[in-house]
Every structure is written in structure tokens, then in C-alpha cells.
T-cell receptor
Framework: DSGVTQTPKHLITATGQRVTLRCSPR?????VYWYQQSLDQGLQFLIQ???????AKGNILERFSAQQFPDLHSELNLSSLELGDSALYFC????????????????FGPGTRLTVL | GNSVTQMEGPVTLSEEAFLTINCTYT??????LFWYVQYPGEGLQLLLK?????DKGSNKGFEATYRKETTSFHLEKGSVQVSDSAVYFC?????????FGKGTRLHILP
């Protein structure tokens, strides 16, 4: 158990809908990362938040957005969903040193499996 | 741009065999390099990392050496166990971006 929790575990929805994925980091970790893992695109970094502020951005679509709240939990919002958004979405957390966002070890949650029908 | 290429799987070996999973990268400057492992039904775990040329990362019997001259970071283990069955991802970190290879599925037979 990494200490990172994600809800829900599974989500099934229809095209055009909007969903919210939730992540709670390990106790004491200020940094949260979101990743998408799909069969065709592989594993991709989406976005990182540190102590409530966006710190690094990867291949995140404009239809997707994220935020980190004062209690450090984070939400990933996916809107206007398409079939191709079906994937496993991982959240990770780390102790961020303030330099390289990927320098310190990240601890991954179990993921949310999103199926868009 | 930056990219990571790792050998396609699946790789199937018998227990106690020697393992090599090849990884090469393309990047400007001096990226940090990582190997992550994903066990069935779980998220990724950092296996080892190296942050500069000639560094050797090691953990749980696995090793990888950062070779700048060949732009490689091959993963090796001298004697694999059934419990090593998983998907292994090579990754690089440069300019606040992390890029993963497509993953190599490893099956170890008892």
C-alpha cells in the first residue's frame, strides 16, 4: 500500500459526459501528479501540482483540468469525454524538493479505470 | 524531441535466468533516467534511477548504468524470480517533463 488513495476505482460513462477523479496524497506529501495509461498512448504524464499550485504540465488536453485543494487532495476533471479517453488514470505523490519535479520518488495510487462508451 | 525506446515484450524467462531489458533514449542535455515496475493491478513503483553519466542505479538485485556514449540505460538482473513478473518501464526526465517507454512485460516461469 503506497498510502495514496484514488476514488472511484472504476467509472463507466458515456461520450460527451464529464467526470471527476479524486486523489488523496500520502500524509506529508505536498506534490501530486496525474498520469494517463492507455493501450495506444502508453503511459503519459498529465500535470503536477505542488501545494495548491500548478508546477509542471505534460500532455494534458484542454478538455481536462486539475486542481489541488488546501487539504492537498487533488481532483482531475475530464469533460466532453471521447471514446479515446478510456484509460487508467493514476495519481502519484511525492515530497517535492523544489527543484526537479521528478527528482524525488513518486508513490502511485492504484488508479481509476475510466471506460467511455 | 525527447523519447525513450525499450524492447518490446513479452519477455519470458525461467527462474534464475539472467535478465536484460534494453532501453535507449534521445534527449538534449543530461536527463535523469529511471526504471519503474508495475505489478499486476497496481500503480508504478520506482525501481531505480541515475541522474548523471556513469551512475549506476541498483535495487532488489536489479541494476542499470547510465551510458551517455550509447544513450542507454539497460536493466539487468543476475537471477530472476517468479515474483519479478511485472511490466517494466524505462523513463527519462528533462525540463520538468517525464517521458516513459512503452513498457516491457516480463514473465518468469518456475
Amino acid at each position: 500500500d503506497s498510502g495514496v488513495t484514488q476514488t472511484p476505482k472504476h467509472l463507466i460513462t458515456a461520450t460527451g459526459q464529464r467526470v471527476t477523479l479524486r486523489c488523496s496524497p500520502r500524509s506529508g506529501d505536498l506534490s501530486v501528479y496525474w498520469y494517463q495509461q492507455s493501450l495506444d498512448q502508453g503511459l503519459q504524464f498529465l500535470i503536477q501540482y505542488y501545494n495548491g499550485e500548478e508546477r509542471a504540465k505534460g500532455n494534458i488536453l484542454e478538455r481536462f483540468s486539475a486542481q489541488q485543494f488546501p487539504d492537498l487532495h487533488s481532483e482531475l476533471n475530464l469533460s466532453s469525454l471521447e471514446l479515446g479517453d478510456s484509460a487508467l488514470y493514476f495519481c502519484a505523490s511525492s515530497v517535492f524538493s523544489g527543484r526537479d519535479p521528478f527528482y524525488n520518488e513518486q508513490f502511485f495510487g492504484p488508479g481509476t479505470r475510466l471506460t467511455v462508451l | 524531441g525527447n523519447s525513450v525506446t525499450q524492447m518490446e515484450g513479452p519477455v519470458t524467462l525461467s527462474e534464475e535466468a539472467f535478465l536484460t531489458i534494453n532501453c535507449t533514449y534521445t534527449a538534449t542535455g543530461y536527463p535523469s533516467l529511471f526504471w519503474y515496475v508495475q505489478y499486476p493491478g497496481e500503480g508504478l513503483q520506482l525501481l531505480l534511477k541515475a541522474t548523471k553519466a556513469d551512475d549506476k542505479g541498483s535495487n532488489k538485485g536489479f541494476e542499470a548504468t547510465y551510458r551517455k556514449e550509447t544513450t542507454s540505460f539497460h536493466l539487468e538482473k543476475g537471477s530472476v524470480q517468479v515474483s519479478d513478473s511485472a511490466v517494466y518501464f524505462c523513463a527519462l526526465n528533462r525540463d520538468d517533463k517525464i517521458i516513459f517507454g512503452k513498457g516491457t512485460r516480463l514473465h518468469i516461469l518456475p
